[in-house]
């Protein structure tokens, strides 16, 4: 086993390794830690200081939580998609830890997207839920992640779950954007007449700038998460093999 | 800096998202003292990765 | 015999027999459609709104509903694994058994839906239109469903898991379906265009379906 991680030593074949996986993460967490914590604080100082909507007023504030929420919703679905590509087409070993430990993870900024949504609507359309063609296609994407996640539990051996669930994915992910288009199509078919602008024709500078921000500290959140939720997943087989091991030896094989 | 007449609905909505994100944080750390609590038993009833008592198993499989 | 036809006309006529569940989808569809009057009242014009609506949402259950039928009986009594080990490729043999589950549990569903259409007080055009877009719409219900059969095929204890994996892989069939049974109706928009999108939607189905049932079959047999 190798005990050292050369610095070249990046490529993903070799990071196939979860040993040296693990040793990766726990470098690179740290940093990653602190650049998350970091471009929060700025972020945050800048919605803050974000001046009212002439049409929202302050309420758009809470875009700053609910647009990058719906991104990473996406952003995550997308990310285990490759994982599933990774792990039927080219059996990468930790294809499938990345893919489980993600779901629960884009779960929970879908259901953020969907509550800071319907924060949103009430102060803006007079009630917390409206089927919307944005709201509403996140919630069948928030059950998309449910049933997902039901699979990855009720499967009991991992490499069979990781296929399942892999197969799964690019199926939703193939569904995704038929899903968006229909949800479109029924939504204007059934939309009163008022439509809803985002901040006026075009987002103010003043605006978008701590969106970006936020957007990018939540990618960072997100990855951090990501690999410090892959780290423990790895451990957690390892801890599931040794037991096997145990219960071999138990029965005096 | 006022929030505007409709402040309650920004204060909820970012404290939701402090509640989730913290509920995500504390799920990964809390898993992560988990597994090392059980790794170390484990390791203490001296069933090592190499396995003392049994076949060692490649550390490359996952499952 | 072709292999693909043999499939066929054996899942045809094991469905049909004691035990096979074929009409059980038919009877599901009235059960449910009676319900909705006792939810919603007797309003026979709110009825007669809805009703579209209502005929394709028990299609839709119904249809969920009999979904472990396609792999489950294979897979216990070991036919699944012959299959697997034939010589006639997985996707075809699939559709063949997809094609069949539709025409033992789909087309009922469709051919009850003219006298379902009447206790919900529907017109003639629109019972004409519902008729048309769920004999469209159904064999997408059918081949979206296969992922999930094929999925839960490997667990045991799969229970509802099945219909909740396909019911947000079903929404755009649902959507466009009902979609284009109201514009028949009442439409602003056009029936062609609704309706084609269902088209489209079955025929996308009809490929992404099997291929991902195949490889799940597949998966779950390593």
């Known amino acids: ?138 919630l069948v994407l928030f059950l998309m992640y449910l049933g997902l996640i039901a699979l990855w539990r009720t499967v009991e051996d991992p490499s069979r779950a990781g296929r399942a669930a892999a197969i799964l994915t690019l199926v939703g992910a193939i569904n995704l954007p038929i899903i968006k288009f229909s949800v479109d199509w029924w939504n204007t078919l059934h939309q009163p007449a008022s439509v809803f602008r985002l901040g006026g ?23 951090t998460l990501h690999l410090a939720a892959m780290r423990n997943e790895i451990l957690r087989r390892r801890v599931r093999t040794l037991r096997l091991m145990q219960a071999h030896a138990a029965r005096g094989a | 800096m006022t929030l505007g007449p409709h402040a309650d609905f920004i204060i909820v909505a970012y404290g939701m998202a402090a509640i989730v994100v913290g509920a995500l944080i504390a799920w990964v750390l809390f898993d992560y003292g988990a597994q090392k609590r059980l790794l170390a038993d484990l390791e203490a009833r001296g069933i090592g990765r190499r396995g003392s008592e049994t076949k060692p198993t490649a550390d490359t499989r996952s499952a | 015999m072709n292999p693909l036809a043999a499939v066929f006309f054996r899942d045809m006529r094991i469905a049909v027999r004691v035990g096979g569940g074929a009409l059980m ?61 034939g010589r006639a490729p997985l996707e075809l043999v699939v559709i063949a058994k997809a094609l069949a589950h539709w025409v033992t549990t789909g087309l009922p ?90 088209c489209a939607l079955t025929l996308i189905s009809l490929v992404v379906g099997p291929v991902a049932a195949a490889a799940a079959l597949r998966q779950g047999s390593e």
């Open chain 3, 25 to 85: 989808g038919v009877l599901f569809f009235l059960a449910v459609i009676t319900l909705v009057p006792f939810a919603i009242g007797p309003d026979l014009a709110l009825l007669r709104r809805i009703g579209p609506a209502i005929l394709w949402l028990g299609a839709l259950l119904a249809s969920l509903l009999a979904l472990d039928r396609l792999f489950a009986g294979d897979h216990e009594d070991g036919s699944l694994d012959l299959i697997l080990l």
């Open chain 1, 1 to 138: 086993m190798n005990t050292q991680t050369s610095a070249q030593a990046l490529a993903w074949i070799d990071l196939a390794n979860p040993t040296r996986f693990l040793t990766l993460v726990e470098r690179v967490l740290p940093w990653l830690v602190a650049a998350c914590v970091g471009t929060f604080a700025v972020g945050l100082v800048q919605a803050f200081f974000a001046p009212d909507d002439y049409q929202q007023g302050a309420t758009v504030k809470i875009m700053f939580i609910h647009v990058p929420s719906a991104w990473l919703a996406m952003f995550c679905w997308g990310l285990m998609s490759v994982a599933a590509l990774g792990t039927l087409v080219w059996r990468h070993p930790l294809a499938d830890v990345a893919a489980k430990v993600a779901a629960p993870i884009g779960a929970g900024f879908t259901f953020l997207c969907l509550i800071t949504g319907s924060l949103w609507g009430r102060p803006m359309w007079g009630t917390y839920w409206v089927w919307d063609a944005r709201l509403t296609s996140v």
């Open chain 1, 201 to 223: 024709p075009t987002i103010d500078a003043s605006i978008l700038a701590p969106l970006l921000w936020m957007a990018l500290a939540f990618t960072l959140l997100f990855l």
């Open chain 3, 109 to 198: 569903l469709v051919i009850a839906s003219p006298v379902l259409g009447l206790f919900l007080n529907l017109e003639p055009l629109a019972i004409a239109a519902v008729m048309l877009t769920l004999l469209v719409g159904t064999p997408a219900l059918t081949f979206i469903g296969l992922v999930g059969a094929a999925l839960a095929v490997m667990l045991r204890r799969g229970g509802l898991l099945l219909p909740v994996l396909v019911l947000p892989l079903a929404i755009p069939v649902l959507i466009f379906g009902v979609s284009a049974a109201d514009a028949a109706i009442v439409g602003p928009v056009p029936f062609g265009t609704p309706l084609a999108i269902l």
